[in-house]
């Protein structure tokens, strides 16, 4: 809900949290303190404080006294329950954690972290944001720390905001209800979705010296070397290894790669392709040349990248494509 027209839709508890919730609220770690904290009564609540009058008033009319006492016990009950509920929610620090990159449609996981400084352990605390179709339940420790991921939907490629959180908990009898609301100061880059379909990897490529494309271009092996860190897996000379066990892992040594570099270019897609599909067709012409294990080099109409391989190039062409203006 963004603004003031949604509270139509909302139930009179509903509508004085949000009234509450629009003072200005800090992004990023968060200690849940009294002036953070909410709590009125629950339905069920409401519905046992029905009940108590009821039962008052026969009292008082009957005379009974067992009526007065059965009465002001379950009135007591209910109201120490306020204390227990708020205490479930206080003292506790929210800290927002990682979420690594997804392709559009897909869930985006965020990793929270809770923790609980206190020697009590906390109960049934729901955590729901904007897209969630049901509450996440965590529990926390006395003196822990607890980890937990929430997921939620991903439409449009770019970067996405982390949506404020609302926390609440019942406990322990369900009849008030407390709450807050947190802003984690998290995003999640949202690459472009792949295209399902159509033509294969282009077969221009790119010269290293001179940047211009050229036929395609067979390498052959000039040599091995000891592997290293971040070598493409499909040079690895696991012939060469069998034949002399013992040794370390090995790579093969390519020539002719110069003109092996393959040109994803985006001026050289159809002109009939929409903005979008020419995205979702480079996006897919990015993961098969990974997955194959080719150098290639990706050509925006705002930036230029340079023919590499591995998955830091496989992350900055994506992340390329995933922010191009719609």
Known sequence: MNDARGLTTLSWVDRIGWWLSQRRQPEGDLELSQNRIYILPSKPGLLYASVLACMLIASMNYQLALGYGLTFLLGSVGLVTILHTFRNLNRLMLRPGRVEPV????????????????????????FIGEGMAVKHMVDSPAKAETVFTLALPTSQRGWMTAPRLRLSTTYPLGLWRAWSYWR?????????????????????????????????????????????EGDNPARIAWKAMARHPGENMLTKLMEGGARGDLALDWFALPVQLDRELKIARLTRWVLQAD????????????????????????????????????
């Open 291 to 326: 997955s194959e294990g080719r150098r290639y080099g990706l050509r925006l109409p705002d930036q230029t990248l340079a023919p590499d391989h591995g998955p830091t190039h496989r992350a900055a062409c994506l992340e390329a494509l995933a922010v191009l203006p719609r």
């Open 103 to 126: 392709f559009a449609g897909q869930l985006a996981e965020f990793s929270l972290m809770m923790v609980n400084p206190t020697t009590l352990p906390r109960h049934a605390i729901g």
């Open 184 to 228: 984690p100061g998290m995003r999640v880059l949202v690459y472009p979705t792949p295209e399902g379909g159509g033509p294969g990897l282009p077969e221009g490529r790119v010269g290293v010296a001179d940047g211009t494309s050229s036929g395609p271009g067979d390498e052959e092996i000039a040599g091995l070397r000891d592997y290293q």
